[in-house]
């Protein structure tokens, strides 16, 4: 199996090992089966699932396409090696602001929007990390009824300690017991040392509470306050409904 010379082989090293496209000329594969590097959809497919309006890699219905929660940003990493060539300024420009390991779409404008430049609506913070990892030891496991947790957007601060916001989205977080669940993980959380700021939809399609939760972050990473003068505030309404009008959001503001 594997062997170069002879028989089948499925080699992924391009992709899954991030070797540089050159690398296929090291092999002379008698026959590989398996090869290859994923790429977007052209236009004329994208066009037959999208709207006008959904065509761009941050969309509901892309990320919906999207099955690989690495994948954009692998991409954005091998195009940074490509010779220059037409489109490609613009698509690093766009692939700079994509985020790995996103899990949902409302954690995908989460990250937008808190780290987008404020010139532009954002909140301009450090890039989280997305649904970082945290292994529980026996006790935990016990009480939590699980093996780990995972925090939706989180970031380190100057003395390694973890900041985490968690999104309660109504689907997942109503009801007696999900309540009595979330409550027991923002214990055990803190035990852990890990300072966890929960937010509603309420919170995130209101500016001014948004505000407030966005300041609570930058205050735990000890990062300095501004003040958004009136038309960066026009700006931030403006990127909320831009981000968030799939979600709802003009019925839930107005």
Known sequence: PQDPS?????????????????????????????FGFQS??????????????????????MEKHQRNASANGRIASYLATVPICRGR??????????HENSWSP????LTILLTFPTRIGGYQLPAPL???RIDLDDDYRRRARSERYYLDLSWVDGDSRIHALEYLGNEDHTG?????????????????????IAITQYQIFRVEEFDIVAQSIRNSLGLRHRQP????????????????????YSSLVS
């Open 106 to 109: 409302m954690e995908t404008d």
């Open 176 to 196: 007696k017991t999900a309540v009595g669940r979330d409550r027991t993980r923002e214990i055990i959380l803190k035990e852990l040392g890990i300072d966890c």
């Open 6 to 34: 002879r028989g089948d082989v499925h080699y992924w090293d391009v992709w899954h090992g991030e070797k540089p496209f050159t690398d296929y000329r090291n092999y002379s594969f008698r026959y590989a089966s398996e």
């Open 229 to 248: 003068t009136p038309a960066q505030l026009d700006k931030k309404r403006a990127l909320h409904r831009e981000l968030f009008a799939r979600f709802g």
């Open 40 to 61: 977007f959809p052209c236009m004329a497919t994208i066009e037959s699932f999208t709207a006008p309006e959904d065509r761009n890699v941050f969309s509901y219905v």
């Open 89 to 98: 300024e613009k698509a690093m420009r766009a692939l700079r602001l994509i």
């Open 130 to 132: 997305l649904n970082r």
